[in-house]
Each structure stands twice: as structure tokens, then as C-alpha cells.
């Protein structure tokens, strides 16, 4: 079944998108994993610069995406553009913070493991799936994605199927960023292909 951006004040039919077949997703997904092999290695300074990026692209067409986010799921221009300036806000927050709330954290008692110091290393885990809803088709995401993109995991988006402008969007603005494509992508997929996407050994968490 096609995927439709429709105008929920008047039910015109703004954009149709084919879902994703089988070989697309194979090929997202490949794309993810062989992202992530090497922006994981990538600094808590080089991530913050392309977040930074995004916010400032964000913050640049926000009138532009609060427009679409009106027309795709009927959210009102004042509130559309609000929540466009409040995820490049949430985008330069983590930008600034994540390398502080991912340092390692020192154990109180190196001595009962018989260490001399010893402490807790968060690492980025992969490739992970953010299913989300349709009600704030940006804030949703940002509070996912920037995050997960600073601790160096990729994204995979599998977004409600009512806001697909959106959900290419925000694909398209971490790749201008400067992202490597397949850090941030977007799934045109219907929900019973979600199962399958899930179930790959690739996909590290949801």
C-alpha cells in the first residue's frame, strides 16, 4: 500500500511514496552497519560540529518545514515553527553536553575486584531503530536521533506513516550537515515490515 501525505484540513492528496521493497531495505540497513564501522570512532568534537550544523540548518528553514509539518499533519503554523526551533535547541543542548554525560564514571571500591582503578565506558552500541509517532513529527525524532547520533551510534527512522515529507526531512538535513549517509536514515516502510527490520542481527536496539 502506497504511502500518502494527505492535507488533514482539506484530504488532498500532497505527495505518494512506493514503500520501501525488500532490496531497499537490505541496502539501508547494509548501509547503516558499514556507517557505524567507522563513526564510532569519530570524537565527541567532530559529532558536535555536524549536530551544530544541523541546528543551524534547522533554524534556517524553519519556516519552510513548519509549512510542511502544517500541510502533512495539521499542526499550526505558530506550533509547527516552535518545534522546529525547539529541536535545534535540543540539537546544540547534546551537542555541548554529551561528552560530559558519557564520561566514564569511576567505581567506589576498585580494590573488590582487585584493580586499582576501575570504572564504568559507555560505548556506542550500532545500529538502532526509533519507531515513532505522528503528533510532534519533529521533536519526536531530534530527542532520539541527537542523542543517539553524540554517543556515536546511527539511526535508523521508521516514522508514522502519515508524515513521510517529514520523515525525509529530517534525513536530508543531517546528510546536508555533513553526516555520512548512512548515519541518519529514513525507512519509507509500512508497519508489518517493521518485524523484519527488527529481527536483524544488524539492529542493536529500538
Known amino acids: 500500500m ?7 484540513a482539506t484530504g488532498a492528496v500532497l505527495k505518494t511514496f512506493d514503500p520501501l521493497g525488500d532490496g531497499e531495505i537490505e541496502a539501508k540497513l547494509a548501509r547503516a552497519a558499514a556507517t557505524f564501522a567507522s563513526y564510532r570512532r569519530t570524537t565527541f568534537a567532530e559529532r558536535a560540529r555536524l549536530l551544530r550544523a544541523a541546528a543551524d540548518l534547522l533554524d534556517a528553514e524553519r519556516r519552510d518545514i513548519a509549512v510542511t509539518m502544517t500541510t502533512e499533519m495539521g499542526k499550526t503554523l505558530a506550533s509547527a515553527e516552535a518545534e522546529a526551533a525547539k529541536c535545534a535547541k535540543g540539537m546544540r543542548f547534546y551537542a555541548e553536553h554529551a561528552e560530559a554525560f558519557l564520561a566514564d564514571e569511576p567505581l567506589d571500591d576498585p580494590s573488590a575486584i582487585g584493580a586499582s582503578r576501575a570504572y564504568a565506558r559507555y560505548q556506542p552500541i550500532g545500529v538502532v531503530l ?11 525524532v531530534t ?7 553524540m ?3 546511527v539511526g535508523l527512522l521508521k516514522h508514522a506513516s502519515n508524515v513521510p515529507q517529514c520523515a525525509l526531512y529530517l534525513e536530508d538535513l ?9 548515519a541518519f536514515q529514513t525507512l519509507l516502510i509500512g508497519a508489518r515490515q517493521v518485524e523484519g527490520v527488527l529481527r536483524d542481527p544488524r539492529v542493536a536496539g529500538a
Open 143 to 149: 530527542r532520539f536521533a541527537a542523542p543517539a547520533l
Open 2 to 8: 502506497a504511502i500518502q501525505s494527505i492535507n488533514p
Open 130 to 140: 526509533a519507531v515513532m509517532p505522528w503528533n510532534f513529527p519533529l521533536w519526536q
Open 174 to 182: 543531517f546528510t546536508r550537515a555533513g553526516f555520512p549517509p548512512g
Open 151 to 153: 554517543a556515536g551510534n
